[in-house]
């Protein structure tokens, strides 16, 4: 495989976060007395945009404020002691970087809070680029990939976006660049593998996978 740039997704993929999710939605859910999840059916159903998921686990958002409930849910996740990078992380990092292929980021994290997580957890640099969005919805990403593209005037067939969603499959498709998805994130690997993409099982395969 010819690559000229990786593309990560963050939550999931290189930040080890599903636990921090699952827990901030179940002190959400426990405080309005709805049934709580447990994390296989939480890899089941999570998906964009997250008010569908929110639904589907029981929210009944038409009696909520959501500003105040993404505002609610980020309070929480990012006060979680759980949060961590993925075991390899760095290594593949590293390794990328070392072979002279450029990385950036595409996350549906608000920008501010993706730059300070990223920041903290001293990954900064090894990427180009640190697409977030501007707001805390956790709507689609794909416009913000398309300026990506753009700005860092990529060829998106010698581009690999890595993620672990379906989303993440979505997006690649739209802007025409390859895929990669991992399964330890927020997404079984029964669900990813339904996409076509390839699916490896965590982050270590990777360098293998590419014959590196």
């Given at each position: 495989?010819?690559?000229?740039?990786?593309?990560?997704?963050?939550?999931?993929?290189?930040?080890?976060?599903?636990?921090?999710?699952?827990?901030?939605?179940?002190?959400?859910?426990?405080?309005?007395?709805?049934?709580?999840?447990?994390?296989?059916?939480?890899?089941?159903?999570?998906?964009?945009?997250?008010?569908?998921?929110?639904?589907?686990?029981g929210?009944?958002?038409?009696?909520?404020?959501?500003?105040?409930?993404?505002?609610?849910?980020?309070?929480?996740?990012?006060?979680?002691?759980?949060?961590?990078?993925?075991?390899?992380?760095?290594?593949?990092?590293?390794?990328?970087?070392?072979?002279?292929?450029?990385?950036?980021?595409?996350?549906?994290?608000?920008?501010?809070?993706?730059?300070?997580?990223?920041?903290?957890?001293?990954?900064?640099?090894?990427?180009?680029?640190?697409?977030?969005?501007?707001?805390?919805?956790?709507?689609s990403?794909?416009?913000?990939?398309?300026?990506?593209?753009?700005?860092l005037?990529?060829?998106?067939?010698?581009?690999?976006?890595?993620?672990?969603?379906?989303?993440?499959?979505e997006?690649?498709t739209?802007?025409?660049?390859?895929?990669?998805?991992?399964?330890?994130?927020?997404?079984?690997?029964?669900?990813?593998?339904r996409s076509?993409?390839?699916?490896?099982?965590?982050?270590a395969?990777?360098?293998?996978?590419?014959?590196?």
């Open positions: 495989m010819r690559l000229s740039h990786i593309i990560w997704d963050w939550n999931g993929t290189l930040l080890d976060d599903t636990q921090a999710g699952l827990n901030a939605v179940n002190a959400m859910l426990d405080a309005r007395g709805l049934p709580m999840i447990d994390l296989d059916a939480y890899r089941e159903r999570f998906g964009f945009p997250v008010q569908d998921f929110y639904r589907a686990i929210f009944r958002l038409e009696n909520e404020d959501w500003d105040a409930m993404a505002c609610e849910f980020h309070d929480r996740f990012l006060s979680d002691t759980t949060l961590r990078l993925h075991e390899h992380a760095l290594s593949v990092l590293t390794l990328f970087r070392q072979t002279g292929i450029p990385q950036s980021v595409l996350s549906a994290s608000e920008q501010s809070i993706l730059d300070n997580m990223m920041r903290d957890f001293g990954v900064s640099h090894f990427f180009d680029a640190m697409f977030g969005t501007d707001n805390l919805y956790g709507h990403k794909l416009d913000l990939g398309h300026a990506l593209l753009q700005r005037t990529l060829q998106p067939e010698n581009v690999l976006l890595v993620g672990d969603s379906l989303h993440d499959h997006v690649a739209a802007l025409g660049t390859r895929c990669l998805l991992i399964a330890q994130g927020h997404q079984s690997h029964s669900r990813l593998a076509g993409s390839p699916v490896l099982e965590d982050l395969q990777i360098p293998a996978w590419l014959n590196l």
